[in-house]
Each structure stands twice: as C-alpha cells, then as structure tokens.
C-alpha cells in the first residue's frame, strides 16, 4: 500500500508544479536573479503550510515521528549541495522540476535528467575510493531546532513544544510569501 501511496503523492507533487509553472527553466532563473518572485512565494507558502500540517499532525498523534529522516550532515553533502546548486542556476531545473519538464517532453530537460543519472553513476562507480575520505567526515551530530521526539535526535530548543517551534517559522515563511512583491 505504501508503494501506491508514494506514486499518487509523487504524481499529485509532480502537477502541482506543473501548473504552478516550475517546470518552466526560465521561471526559475528568474526566481534565483530575483526578477520573478512567483514561484519563489509558493515555494515558501508550501514549505511553512507542511511545516505547520506535519508538526500539528505529530501533535495529535496522526504523523509519526519516527518516519522522519535526520541525518548528520557530511562536507561532501556541503561540496555536493553546493554542485547541486550550481547545475539547478545554470539549467534553470531541480531534480523534481526536470523530472516534471521531462514529463513534458522537453529537450532540454532530457540532457538535465541524463546528466543528473551519470553524476549518480560516477559517485557509485567511485565510492569505494572516496569512501574513507574527509568528503564523508561528519560535520556535528543529528540536531533539529523542534523537539520531534525521534530517537537519538537532539533538539536546540528541547523545552519549547515542536509545534511552536515549527509553527513560528512556518508562521514567518507564510507571511514572507504575503509580503514579498507580485
């Protein structure tokens, strides 16, 4: 059941940036040069919406809390983001976004998504040899800023209920993506 789950939410994700125009590379470089800032307001109105939805449902007992997935950041996940970053200003896709374009027969996207799986081939091909090096060195232990009550996590602010925690900044990304310009 899980499986189908993920591929209605997975389709359900995937239109919703479509119709949201996130598949469009122009829009998106228009959002990181700060020209456009649509697709900029909905991105953060979904990310401060979910954030205040999964930490009331994990109130309430509906979500939980063991399904999140908090991993120690590594310098190769900082060198890596920071690759990652570069290809999304230059090809105007994400990961999620070229899949979508892609889905839309775009041509431009094909050579994003092939580059994206050959990247994800060379790092497995190279990983015995890397594997012991400073690219996989911890930077620091597992630390959200919201109690989450998962095992083993620590929590900056382990006093104050997740929910206000999580609610105040899903609160602020809501009211940025009011205040910014149309």
């Known amino acids: 059941m899980s499986i189908i789950l993920a591929i209605i939410l997975g389709f359900s994700f995937g239109f919703i940036l ?3 125009g996130a598949s469009n590379p ?3 470089i228009n959002m990181l040069r700060l020209k456009d800032f649509y697709l900029m307001k909905v991105i953060l109105f979904a990310i401060g919406l979910s954030n205040i939805l999964l930490f009331t449902l994990m ?22 983001g920071g690759i990652m970053g570069l290809g999304w200003a230059i090809s105007g896709f994400c990961p999620g976004t070229g899949l979508v374009a892609l889905g839309e ?22 990983y015995e040899k890397i594997k012991d090096t400073f690219l996989f060195s911890k930077l620091g232990g597992t630390m959200t800023l919201a109690a989450t009550n998962a095992k083993g996590v620590v929590a900056l602010f382990p006093n104050i209920p997740g929910i206000f925690v999580a609610g105040g900044i899903g609160l602020v990304f809501i009211i940025v993506a009011f205040i910014l310009p149309d």
């Open 18 to 20: 479509q119709k949201v």
């Open 26 to 28: 122009q829009k998106i």
């Open 59 to 80: 109130l309430f007992g509906v979500a939980d809390p063991s399904h999140l997935s908090i991993k120690s950041s590594y310098v190769g996940v900082i060198i890596g």
């Open 105 to 126: 027969g775009r041509k431009d996207a094909l050579a994003f998504v092939l580059g994206g799986l050959i990247g994800a081939l060379l790092m497995i091909l190279s």
